[in-house]
Structures are given as structure tokens and as C-alpha cells.
């Protein structure tokens, strides 16, 4: 399957600046699937200067961006996501595996508009 599995963080040391290629994963808000251009979004933001590619080659691709920016973004539904994931029979997937879209609605309403998160994208190709 082609596609992404996208997830967006918190920063454990609570955001007040942009997140590193480095940085650790704090509380995840939400988590998704979808296609090839699931990426797109992202892209547009940090042309648009509002949002930082740090890089990374799919294993995973790594952005930071403000609440302000992410959270209307992936509140309701994120940017191409699928509400229940694909998989291939010879995928290995573990007990950890979500199978859906989820957004921490509860935990979205808590971020501070100028709070920095992480986005982690990692490559389903």
C-alpha cells in the first residue's frame, strides 16, 4: 500500500520553540493513515512559512509547526485521512496497531495556539 501513517505530538518540554529532527515524542494527539499526497498539507504550510520541514526520508519525515496551525487542521478530520486503515496480508501489524483514525479531541483544546508540535510521518510504501 502507498501511503502514510501520520502522527502528531506535543513536545515534552511543553513547546515553547520549534521541535528539532531530534526531539522526543511528548502526548500524541492524533494518529492517521492515508494515501500518497498525505503529505501535502504539511508541505503547503512550510512554503507558506508556517511550518518547519526538519526532514527525514519516509522512515519517518519529521515537521514542526504551531497548534494555531495543526490543530484546525486534524480537529475534526485530519487532511486525507482514512477513518479505518488498509493494510496488505502481508503487512505485519502488532496488538499496537490502532486500525483507525483518533483524535484526542480533549487533549487538541489544551494546546496553546503559539505551542510548537511534532509531526512525525513514517512511509507505508
Known amino acids: 500500500m502507498l501511503g502514510w501513517h501520520i502522527s502528531v505530538y506535543r513536545q515534552r518540554d511543553g513547546g515553547a520553540a520549534p521541535a528539532t529532527a531530534g526531539s522526543p515524542e511528548g502526548p500524541r494527539l492524533a494518529v492517521w493513515q492515508t494515501g500518497v499526497g498525505g503529505l501535502d498539507w504539511l508541505d503547503d504550510l512550510a512554503k507558506a512559512g ?3 520541514n526538519l526532514g527525514g526520508n519516509g522512515y519517518p519525515c519529521r515537521y514542526t509547526a504551531t497548534a494555531e ?3 484546525p487542521q486534524i480537529v475534526e ?3 486525507g485521512a482514512r477513518t ?3 493494510r ?3 503487512d505485519v501489524v502488532t496488538g499496537k496497531w490502532e486500525g483507525k483514525t483518533v483524535v484526542d479531541r480533549a487533549a487538541t483544546a489544551h494546546c496553546r495556539p503559539d505551542e510548537w ?3 512525525v510521518a513514517w512511509d507505508e510504501s
Open 50 to 52: 508556517k511550518a518547519i
Open 69 to 71: 496551525y495543526i490543530i
Open 77 to 79: 478530520m485530519p487532511p
Open 84 to 86: 479505518h486503515w488498509l
Open 88 to 90: 496488505e496480508a502481508s
Open 117 to 119: 508540535l511534532l509531526v
